[in-house]
């Protein structure tokens, strides 16, 4: 799909795939990008004070029917997850004013920044600092792998950090949103179906984990002498393997030694948990087992474990009413839920929100063998003009 080759080219990961994070110079090509085609097609372009990028058909306005969804990526990304909401976006526009159709109601396509927490460490972060679902003050404090923080990203990419924070007058001018995606997983291409609606989102969230212990030579410190906290990580990410039963989900996606020498005992290790479930009693259940299991195996190595919480999000239901509109729009199109968390989870709070998902025929998604079909595609772009239409009429 035009668009998404425009794009191929823009944040490739020297590990495979790519990694586009907010904030970063390969942030500011992505936005200049949109900018460029949404003023190529009249849109108004316009930067909120979190970041996020709206581009308006027609004058900005409360009860706006809104899509889009990110351009940011996870580390190694690929090339479909954000991108494809954003292009089709675009291009159910263009299908729309081909139908010589005129909303009645303010349309607006926006880009969420940092949705994948690549960079910052927290998910959604253009849009729970939009809706206030992420404290300011906090966020300003995060800080990337390299020790910069937000605030100081945010000022080197030309906006102001003090201005982070919900934004009461851009939250009420979104009357609907809808977000497409490529699908995380195999249930449309066991359904058979290139398009589908989102039902549900998983109750998820991130802890960190740091295992302190003692620093020593690899080869002058006797076995039965160490305070390894590489051991005590280790069992932890066993302990999650074998915690997430049933429906469930636990996952160890980054584990950092300090100082990271082949020759040295670490002296701390810090491990990022990725924990979901249907709904939040079971998540918290899941974490607090995996936590009990830390604090053994640092106890077990004479070593120190301190766990913090860094993101939460509940279970949601998509708005029942929308979710059904959509799929009687699009002649009874599937129904199904995502493990994956979304924009339009965060915004689900606020306002009526629904997803469309695209098929993707590998049902990988957060790595380079991400796909969906250049004819899917299509079909997806042409089912959001369709409920584009049917909702800002």
Same mark, same amino acid.
């Given at each position: 799909?035009?668009?998404?080759?425009?794009?191929?080219?823009?944040?490739?990961?020297?590990?495979?795939?790519?990694?586009?994070?907010?904030?970063?110079?390969?942030?500011?090509?992505?936005?200049?990008?949109?900018?460029?085609?949404?003023?190529?097609?009249?849109?108004?372009?316009?930067?909120?004070?979190?970041?996020?990028?709206?581009?308006?058909?027609?004058?900005?306005?409360?009860?706006?029917?809104?899509?889009?969804?990110?351009?940011?990526?996870?580390?190694?990304?690929?090339?479909?997850?954000?991108?494809?909401?954003?292009?089709?976006?675009?291009?159910?526009?263009?299908?729309?004013?081909?139908?010589?159709?005129?909303?009645?109601?303010?349309?607006?396509?926006?880009?969420?920044?940092?949705?994948?927490?690549?960079?910052?460490?927290?998910?959604?972060?253009?849009?729970?600092?939009?809706?206030?679902?992420?404290?300011?003050?906090?966020?300003?404090?995060?800080?990337?792998?390299?020790?910069?923080?937000?605030?100081?990203?945010?000022?080197?990419?030309?906006?102001?950090?003090?201005?982070?924070?919900?934004?009461?007058?851009?939250?009420?001018?979104?009357?609907?949103?809808?977000?497409?995606?490529?699908?995380?997983?195999?249930?449309?291409?066991?359904?058979?179906?290139?398009?589908?609606?989102?039902?549900?989102?998983?109750?998820?969230?991130?802890?960190?984990?740091?295992?302190?212990?003692?620093?020593?030579?690899?080869?002058?410190?006797?076995?039965? @002498?160490?305070? @390894?906290?590489?051991?005590?990580?280790?069992?932890?990410? &066993?302990?999650?393997?074998?915690?997430?039963?049933? @429906?469930?989900?636990?996952?160890?996606?980054?584990?950092?030694?300090?100082?990271?020498?082949?020759?040295?005992?670490?002296?701390?290790?810090?491990?990022?948990?990725?924990?979901?479930?249907?709904?939040?009693?079971?998540?918290?259940? &899941?974490?607090?087992?995996?936590?009990?299991?830390?604090?053994?195996?640092?106890?077990?190595?004479?070593?120190?474990?301190?766990?913090?919480?860094?993101?939460?999000?509940?279970?949601?239901?998509?708005?029942?009413?929308?979710?059904?509109?959509?799929?009687?729009?699009?002649?009874?199109?599937?129904?199904?839920?995502?493990?994956?968390?979304?924009?339009?989870?965060?915004?689900?709070?606020?306002?009526?929100?629904?997803?469309?998902?695209?098929?993707?025929?590998?049902?990988?998604?957060?790595?380079?063998?991400?796909?969906?079909?250049?004819?899917?595609?299509?079909?997806?772009?042409?089912?959001?003009?369709?409920?584009?239409?049917?909702?800002?009429?």
């Amino acid at each position: 799909m035009t668009g998404l080759a425009d794009l191929a080219g823009v944040g490739v990961d020297r590990r495979g795939g790519f990694a586009r994070h907010g904030f970063s110079g390969v942030d500011l090509e992505l936005r200049r990008w949109f900018a460029e085609e949404a003023e190529r097609r009249g849109l108004d372009v316009e930067t909120d004070r979190n970041g996020n990028t709206w581009a308006w058909w027609g004058p900005p306005g409360e009860s706006a029917v809104v899509t889009g969804s990110h351009l940011d990526s996870v580390p190694g990304g690929g090339a479909f997850d954000g991108p494809l909401g954003v292009v089709a976006a675009l291009r159910a526009i263009d299908l729309l004013r081909g139908r010589g159709f005129t909303p009645g109601r303010p349309l607006a396509v926006v880009v969420f920044v940092e949705e994948e927490g690549g960079r910052f460490g927290s998910a959604c972060l253009g849009s729970r600092l939009l809706t206030g679902a992420l404290d300011a003050d906090a966020a300003r404090r995060l800080t990337d792998p390299g020790g910069v923080s937000l605030a100081e990203a945010v000022r080197t990419s030309g906006f102001d950090p003090a201005r982070l924070g919900r934004d009461g007058g851009a939250l009420r001018r979104i009357g609907v949103f809808v977000e497409l995606h490529v699908e995380q997983g195999r249930g449309l291409v066991d359904l058979g179906a290139p398009v589908g609606v989102a039902s549900s989102i998983l109750a998820h969230g991130r802890w960190r984990f740091r295992f302190t212990g003692e620093g020593n030579h690899a080869g002058a410190t006797m076995m039965g @002498d160490r305070r @390894d906290p590489m051991v005590a990580a280790a069992a932890t990410v &066993l302990a999650a393997r074998r915690a997430a039963v049933d @429906d469930t989900r636990a996952t160890v996606g980054r584990l950092v030694p300090t100082p990271g020498g082949t020759n040295v005992i670490p002296s701390s290790v810090d491990l990022w948990l990725d924990a979901r479930a249907h709904d939040t009693p079971r998540t918290r259940d &899941l974490v607090a087992t995996i936590t009990e299991a830390a604090c053994r195996a640092a106890a077990d190595e004479g070593c120190a474990v301190g766990i913090t919480e860094e993101s939460y999000g509940d279970p949601v239901t998509f708005d029942v009413g929308l979710r059904d509109r959509l799929v009687d729009t699009l002649g009874g199109v599937p129904v199904l839920p995502t493990g994956a968390g979304h924009d339009a989870g965060v915004l689900a709070a606020h306002a009526p929100t629904a997803m469309l998902f695209v098929r993707n025929p590998t049902g990988v998604s957060h790595a380079p063998e991400e796909f969906a079909e250049e004819a899917d595609c299509a079909e997806g772009a042409r089912a959001l003009a369709d409920v584009l239409a049917e909702l800002a009429q």
